[in-house]
């Protein structure tokens, strides 16, 4: 399982995921398939972490979407 990091290109907003295929998702994610991301679209993957088990994913998945994990979000991308 990943754990991935979007960016839009339209504004520079940023979503955090999780995945067994990131491209594939990625793909869906700028087809327009995922309601939560369809307004800012396109989307660039800028950050991806492999973990052992969908547990240990959803724990860094949390985390990254938390108050310190947007303090370390902001040093990836652009």
């Known amino acids: 399982m990943k754990v ?3 960016q839009s ?3 520079g907003s940023q979503y955090v995921g999780m995945s067994n295929d990131t491209q594939r998702r ?3 994610h700028n087809r327009g398939s995922v309601r939560s991301t369809k307004s800012k679209l396109p989307w ?3 950050y991806e972490e492999k973990y052992e ?3 240990e994913a959803r724990k860094r998945e949390k ?3 938390s108050a ?3 303090r370390f ?3 990836l991308g652009d």
């Open 63 to 65: 985390y990254l979407k």
């Open 4 to 6: 991935y990091v979007l």
């Open 53 to 55: 088990n969908r547990i």
């Open 73 to 75: 979000r902001k040093t």
């Open 26 to 28: 990625l793909k869906e």
């Open 44 to 46: 660039k993957k800028i």
């Open 9 to 11: 290109e339209k504004d």
């Open 68 to 70: 310190a994990g947007r």
